[in-house]
């Protein structure tokens, strides 16, 4: 069984450029999860969304973020004119329906570098 | 009030010691506890996790303890291996509500051999 997958896993973009990230969740999940982690600090959670819904978008800056997770196909994060303080570690997670669909499962994440 | 706090920061503990990592929340609707585990350039790992309904879940070398009147909630690591030095993270979340982890600031264990 495949895990979460997230590309590319390394992303440098110069300031003003934008960055797209992908997330394929575990086969079968249906909610995805974004979080950002800077550097020495925990875990922020940005946005809980399921198969072409946005549930929860409290985390995500009001603006230059957007995320989707369609029909068919990845999750993806989108940051459009990227500053250096987006540079961090961007973790996507998964989960089924059911009872354990809280239980979360991460991808091994993607380091965005801004310069 | 929907902060998770967590301490130590960082941890140092002997080969076949015990690692203990505190955590605590202020939000009484918090109903499920996880905690994680992360080894540098990697993702977090879920390691173990509790509902507030017990007190005490083990799993192998790993035992949470939960306080519900105090709000706490700890990591004990049995025979602390030096493979079980890694970052790791407590976090809450709404259980029936599904959606966002809150996590901990973390706490960086090294254990020496």
């Known amino acids: ?115 | 009030q929907q902060q998770v706090k967590q301490s130590p920061q960082s941890l140092i503990v002997q080969k076949g010691g015990i690692s203990i990592i505190n955590c605590a929340y202020e939000n009484t609707a918090f109903d499920y506890f996880p905690w994680y585990q992360q080894f540098p350039g990697k993702g977090p790992a879920l390691l173990i996790a509790i509902r507030p309904d017990v007190s005490e879940k083990k799993e192998g070398r790993f035992t949470i303890s939960f306080n519900k009147s105090a709000k706490q909630f700890s990591l004990h690591i049995m025979d602390s291996q030096p493979g079980d030095s890694a970052t790791y993270f407590c976090a809450a979340l709404f259980y029936n509500q599904g959606g966002k982890l809150i996590f901990g600031q973390g706490t960086e264990l090294s254990v020496k051999p």
């Open chain 1, 1 to 115: 069984n495949a895990g979460v997958m997230q590309n590319p896993r390394h992303l440098v973009r110069r300031r003003g450029q934008e960055a797209r990230l992908r997330c394929s969740p575990v086969k079968g999940h249906s909610h995805v999860y974004w979080y950002r982690q800077l550097p020495e600090e925990g875990l922020k959670f940005m946005v809980y969304l399921q198969k072409e819904n946005i549930i929860d978008e409290s985390g995500m800056p009001k603006e230059r973020f957007s995320a989707e997770f369609p029909k068919e196909g990845p999750s993806i994060l989108r940051i459009q004119q990227v500053v250096r303080g987006d540079s961090a570690a961007y973790f996507c997670a998964s989960s089924p329906e059911g009872p354990s669909y809280n239980e979360q499962f991460f991808g091994p994440g993607t380091r965005l570098t801004v310069l």
